[in-house]
């Protein structure tokens, strides 16, 4: 009998910490649920195309690779709270690139990337307008050694940290080549 209700004990408390955790502010707030928005996705890709286009340069193909590693750091950021182009462990963004679009047999390798968050949110047009008016930004969609690209576009209805518990847009891309 005394070890039967040892055991209860132990598991009324250990039921009574995974709620307490589950209820906690500081769990509720390190994590923000996100969102894909794959319309924003297309929007963004048609119109810097369109872009390119209009300065002369070919059309970026989508890829898939590139797509998810995109997708992993908006997704990410949006969780943590951060907005960078470092990834949350610190590693430089071609290192996380690299992971998702290795150079295998290739003898050239290039990537580069473009950063954005709104809150609440933004369209196509204004994603490229801001990139347009950062000259960083506008270089690398202009960049003619790209010739694949990756997208992820994500939002948040409460992002923690930078964020400040707002609602949030945000908008990787990342641009490579591999020859």
């Given at each position: ?7 209860q ?42 872009f ?25 950021m ?12 610190g ?89």
């Amino acid at each position: 009998m005394k070890r039967r209700s040892i055991a209860q004990l132990l598991l009324l408390a250990l039921s009574a910490v995974a709620l307490w955790a589950a209820a906690s502010p500081a769990s509720a707030t390190s994590r923000a649920h996100a969102v894909r928005m794959e319309s924003l996705e297309v929007g963004v890709l048609a119109d810097l195309n369109a872009f390119r286009k209009e300065n002369g340069l070919p059309a970026l193909r989508l890829s898939v690779a590139l797509s998810r590693a995109a997708r992993q750091h908006s997704m990410e950021m949006a969780a943590r709270g951060y907005f960078s182009h470092n990834s949350a462990n610190g590693s430089t963004f071609d290192k996380r690139i690299a992971r998702f679009y290795p150079m295998g047999f290739h003898r050239f390798w290039s990537v580069g990337e473009n950063l954005l968050w709104s809150s609440p949110d933004v369209g196509a047009t204004g994603a490229i307008n801001m990139w347009i008016n950062s000259p960083e930004h506008k270089a690398n969609m202009l960049n003619r050694r790209w010739r694949e690209i990756g997208l992820a576009a994500v939002h948040s209805d409460a992002a923690p940290g930078t964020y400040s518990g707002r609602p949030v847009t945000i908008v990787t891309t990342d641009f490579g080549v591999r020859r």
